[in-house]
């Protein structure tokens, strides 16, 4: 992918844990050719973030907390994404932070055509998360973190996987049956990229699997076929709702 963006991070608002595994995130996305970090440098409390920006080459921005229960960093990351948004440089951003004083900021930068990727923690309000293409949760890439060093921590992993309830079933189904062909099949490529525009914060790693076939599989409400493709090597995969036995059928 040749997109470049710009990456954004929130100092005040973000752990600086993982930011190794986000920046990897962040490049499956685009290239990510600006990349800065906004906050008080003379609060101690920023100082973990000091040999990670020079590890992750992040440019760090000071911004002095003139005021007292103001968040000086927001106008200057807002600032910021403007002149970079009017210098054509960029078809993206990814924004990092978990505050909603960043929605009106996701908006705008969509209504430009700009692709916005939100990552935060899951306590993110949801305004916010729905004003992005897509949001990722810092608490994922965590998981994914501690599986790849081998850390025995299945308690903490078990708290961060949401569970598959049946709402989750029904965006499954009814976007499968909004893409459907008379047959009632879709393809999967397609039913993720609608679930992303109706979900930006869909992810199956959320609950606890790496793409979205392997949820699918694990459901038991769907049917997938691989298809030969003429383009390419690799299969195509399509995904059915089952059809639900009738009450008839049920008494034979």
């Given at each position: 992918m040749n997109s470049n963006l710009a990456v954004l991070?929130?100092?005040?608002?973000?752990?600086?844990?993982?930011?190794?595994?986000?920046?990897?995130?962040?490049?499956?996305?685009?290239?990510?050719?600006?990349?800065?970090?906004?906050?008080?440098?003379?609060?101690?409390?920023?100082?973990?973030?000091?040999?990670?920006?020079?590890?992750?080459?992040i440019t760090p921005i000071q911004q002095y907390a003139y005021t007292t229960g103001k968040n000086a960093?927001?106008?200057?990351?807002?600032?910021?994404?403007?002149?970079?948004?009017?210098?054509?440089?960029?078809?993206?951003?990814?924004?990092?932070?978990?505050?909603?004083?960043?929605?009106?900021?996701?908006?705008r930068l969509r209504e430009a055509g700009m692709q916005v990727i939100g990552i935060g923690e899951r306590k993110t309000p949801t305004p916010f998360i729905v004003a992005c293409d897509k949001f990722i949760y810092i608490e994922i890439l965590r998981n994914q973190a501690s599986k790849k060093e081998d850390i025995n921590k299945n308690d903490k992993t078990e708290e961060s996987i949401d569970k598959i309830t049946?709402?989750?079933?029904?965006?499954?189904?009814?976007?499968?049956?909004?893409?459907?062909?008379?047959?009632?099949?879709?393809f999967l490529g397609d039913v993720g990229s609608l679930i992303q525009k109706k979900e930006p914060n869909f992810d199956s790693r959320n609950y606890g699997f790496e793409k979205l076939t392997p949820l699918i599989k694990s459901i038991g409400s769907f049917e997938l076929e691989q298809r030969e493709n003429s383009k390419s090597r690799h299969k195509l995969i399509f995904v059915k709702n089952k059809e639900k036995r009738t009450s008839k059928a049920k008494n034979r």
């Open positions: 991070i929130d100092g005040d608002n973000i752990p600086s844990a993982h930011v190794k595994e986000m920046m990897e995130e962040i490049a499956k996305y685009g290239n990510p050719t600006i990349k800065r970090i906004y906050g008080d440098w003379t609060n101690p409390h920023l100082s973990k973030w000091k040999k990670l920006l020079l590890e992750n080459a960093t927001d106008s200057a990351m807002i600032i910021d994404a403007m002149d970079i948004l009017y210098s054509e440089k960029v078809s993206g951003f990814c924004l990092v932070s978990s505050d909603s004083d960043f929605t009106k900021l996701a908006t049946p709402r989750v079933i029904k965006l499954l189904s009814t976007t499968i049956r909004d893409l459907s062909d008379e047959d009632g099949w879709a």
